[in-house]
């Protein structure tokens, strides 16, 4: 099984509509989970953590099932701007980092 | 602030050339890494270092070698490139794990390399 899978999608959704993504992992010993945002030829960027307890910003709510080993990033009223690539990301040491492939969102007028 | 800068942005290569990528950052970060990203891989990590003159190995640390001489920078040095090494290279810097905010790297705008 590999460390981390996410769905590549493309994702091609309507402004507006509501869209969620999971990422699952296999080391049972992560600690932290990020999700990070990548616009077409450019760097990443930190969009958010994910917390135990589930997280929100603004349009934006991240959660995290260890049983289950997944973290979920779930993206409401989306607008043409949140058109990227996002990016699942967990650590279980300060120089153990994990990038998943990411999953690409369009999203359509 | 600057940020994380890279040079240079675009580079072509032959095989068994070599080249070093330079990588900047200013905010005073302990931590800096190297990582290659590849089409359906993800980010994979090259080297890292968690201080000046010191270096370590990531997941995919062959045919690469590194060297952080000052704070801030990273250098990476391709001795002879092959096409397998044809990718975007990103940097990337943090804060040390002491520090609450140290999970957030930081990343350089990417290095395009062609190796043919």
């Known amino acids: 099984r590999k460390e981390v899978e996410q769905d590549p999608g493309p994702f091609n959704v309507p402004e507006g509509a509501t869209v969620a993504f999971n990422c699952t992992y296999s080391n049972s010993a992560s600690q932290s989970f990020f999700w990070y945002r990548q616009d077409c030829r450019k760097e990443p960027k930190l969009l958010m953590s994910?917390?135990?307890s589930g997280n929100e910003d603004g349009r934006f709510t991240a959660q995290l099932n260890r049983a289950s080993q997944y973290i979920s990033l779930l993206i409401r009223d989306s607008k043409l701007s949140d058109s990227a690539t996002y990016l699942c990301?967990?650590?279980?040491?300060?120089?153990?980092?994990?990038f998943g492939p990411g999953t690409s969102l369009s999203v359509i007028p | 602030n600057a940020g994380v800068t890279q040079t240079p942005k675009f580079r072509v290569l032959k095989t068994g050339q070599s080249m070093t990528l330079l990588c900047a950052q200013d905010m005073n970060h302990e931590y800096m890494y190297w990582y290659r990203q590849d089409p359906g891989m993800g980010l994979r990590l090259i080297h890292y270092s968690v201080g000046e003159g010191t270096t370590a190995k990531g997941e995919v640390p062959d045919g690469y070698n590194v060297s952080r001489l000052k704070k801030q920078n990273f250098l990476l040095g391709l001795e002879s490139a092959a096409p397998s090494q044809t990718s975007v290279y990103f940097c990337?810097?943090?804060?040390?794990?002491?520090?609450?905010?140290?999970?957030?790297?930081?990343f350089g705008p990417g290095t395009r390399l062609t190796v043919l």
């Open positions: 994910v917390y135990s």
């Open positions: 990301v967990f650590k279980t040491s300060y120089d153990k980092v994990i």
């Open positions: 990337a810097s943090s804060y040390s794990v002491e520090r609450q905010s140290y999970n957030e790297q930081f």
